[in-house]
């Protein structure tokens, strides 16, 4: 079992996902299966894959097909994270054929969505390389399946910023527009923390040089968020800090100018089209004849 899957077992029910995209896929049954495959007929089933990029969701697509039917045999020839090209199998699989058929387009579409994900981070974190930048995800999943799309992010290299609202303490515009300032809205959440006694890691956002410098002056924060800045703001900011907190950017970055905002400094680069706005990579279950 993963180190992703372990962290966050208690944050989602892996079993009652498949249990209910079953229910919404299946209903009644696979009739299409049900009235072409014999019930105790055995079958193979590969994972083709027809495009490059960074492979993702293979233990997630064994772990489906074990709660579907233990007597499943399931054979990874490439493992999650690894660069693959179009004509590679992923993986082979072996069992009841009625099951497996029924059980092809959740596989495909969790990995296909995953392996997009991956694909994206590992091609913005390598425009990093040099720097000490980390791409980082954000908040902006798909309701229901953020626990994939998270755990794609970090199959592809990158990092996960908080899972959920429960995890940290994340001051953001309106929550320091309705405190009636950047300083109230600290105190606020760290008066809430001791209060509650949570011990949760604060990061404000700032939107002007002039937040970072009173957020600098009155402290704290663990992180600050460099919010729409331009590269050069963000390189007088990163000035200013200094080195006393932990620096993230934000906001309108992408692939043709993440690597400017890497080379200013920062820490962290939070990109929310990792999971809102990316291509699946193309695979496919076929048959396989043995």
């Known amino acids: 079992m993963s180190d992703f899957i372990k962290l966050h077992q208690k944050h989602f029910n892996f079993r009652q996902f498949v249990v209910n995209a079953f229910k919404?896929?299946?209903?009644?049954?696979?009739?299409?299966?049900?009235?072409?495959?014999?019930?105790?007929?055995?079958?193979?089933?590969?994972?083709?894959?027809?495009?490059?990029?960074?492979?993702?969701?293979?233990?997630?697509?064994?772990?489906?097909?074990?709660?579907?039917?233990k007597k499943i045999k399931f054979k990874r020839?490439?493992?999650?994270?690894?660069?693959?090209?179009?004509?590679?199998?992923a993986f082979i699989v072996f069992g009841n054929t009625q099951k497996l058929i029924t059980s092809e387009r959740l596989?495909?579409?969790?990995?296909?969505?995953m392996s997009g994900i991956a694909t994206k981070?590992?091609?913005?974190?390598?425009?990093?390389?040099?720097?000490?930048?980390?791409?980082?995800?954000?908040?902006?999943?798909t309701p229901g399946?953020?626990?994939?799309?998270?755990?794609?992010?970090?199959?592809?290299?990158?990092?996960?910023?908080?899972?959920?609202?429960?995890?940290?303490i994340l001051i953001?515009?309106?929550?320091?527009?309705f405190a009636g300032g950047i300083t109230d809205a600290i105190d606020d959440a760290n008066s809430y923390l001791k209060k509650k006694k949570k011990k949760l890691s604060v990061?404000?956002?700032?939107?002007?040089?002039?937040?970072?410098?009173?957020?600098?002056?009155?402290?704290?924060?663990?992180?600050?968020?460099?919010?729409?800045?331009?590269?050069?703001?963000?390189?007088?900011?990163?000035?200013?800090?200094?080195?006393?907190?932990?620096?993230?950017?934000?906001?309108?970055?992408?692939?043709?100018n993440i690597a400017e905002y890497a080379k200013c400094g920062v820490d962290f680069i939070s990109v929310g089209a990792l999971t809102h706005h990316v291509k699946s990579l193309d695979l496919s279950l076929k048959a396989l004849k043995r």
């Open 203 to 256: 990061e404000v956002e700032t939107r002007s040089i002039d937040d970072v410098k009173k957020v600098l002056a009155h402290g704290g924060v663990k992180r600050i968020m460099l919010d729409n800045f331009s590269p050069a703001e963000t390189l007088q900011a990163v000035k200013i800090i200094s080195g006393k907190f932990e620096i993230e950017s934000s906001g309108g970055i992408t692939e043709k």
């Open 107 to 113: 596989i495909l579409n969790i990995m296909q969505r």
């Open 24 to 69: 919404e896929d299946v209903g009644d049954g696979d009739h299409t299966a049900l009235s072409i495959i014999p019930k105790d007929h055995k079958g193979w089933l590969q994972l083709l894959i027809k495009e490059e990029g960074i492979i993702a969701g293979i233990e997630a697509a064994e772990l489906i097909f074990k709660l579907v039917d």
């Open 145 to 168: 399946f953020r626990f994939f799309e998270k755990w794609a992010v970090v199959i592809g290299g990158g990092s996960n910023h908080r899972y959920g609202l429960f995890d940290m």
């Open 77 to 89: 020839l490439v493992k999650d994270g690894d660069k693959v090209k179009k004509g590679q199998v």
């Open 121 to 141: 981070t590992a091609q913005l974190q390598a425009l990093c390389k040099g720097t000490k930048a980390k791409v980082i995800d954000t908040r902006k999943t």
């Open 172 to 177: 953001k515009d309106n929550h320091i527009d």
